[in-house]
């Protein structure tokens, strides 16, 4: 069994910062890609950021010189590091990770979600 949990969400001023994190834990023998999600009300899931098991990172075009997205291997661990936050960026946040098992059986997995508050 697999548990991404994400932690850090909160309610934050424009121009502000947040710090994002999802741990990974459970029947875990490699990791592949991990990422982070969006979803507005009334919004359809978007992507944020993704990073690869290797460090190549990929940026949604909105948050391009605002968001990095990192992860540290050895904790099972993705970040999110939100700064010049703006009211658009209000949403609930949603991890992912491509999780294999020791048979190398992969499977995508999700955490619960963390909300994002952005007051103007």
């Known amino acids: 069994q697999v548990q991404l949990v994400e932690s850090g969400g909160g309610l934050v001023q424009a121009g502000g910062s947040l710090r994002l994190s999802c741990a990974a834990s459970?029947?875990?023998?490699?990791?592949?890609?991990m990422g982070w999600y969006r979803q507005a009300p009334g919004e359809q899931r978007e992507l944020v950021a993704s990073i690869t098991s290797g460090g190549s990172t990929n940026y949604a075009d909105s948050v391009k010189g605002r968001f990095t997205i990192s992860r540290d291997n050895a904790k099972n661990t993705v970040y999110l590091q939100m700064n010049s936050l703006a009211p658009e960026d209000t949403a609930d946040y949603y991890c992912?990770?491509?999780?294999?098992?020791?048979?190398?059986?992969?499977?995508?997995?999700w955490g619960q979600g963390t909300q994002v508050i952005v007051a103007s």
């Open positions: 992912n990770a491509r999780i294999g098992d020791d048979r190398l059986r992969f499977m995508t997995y």
């Open positions: 459970g029947s875990i023998f490699r990791i592949n890609g």
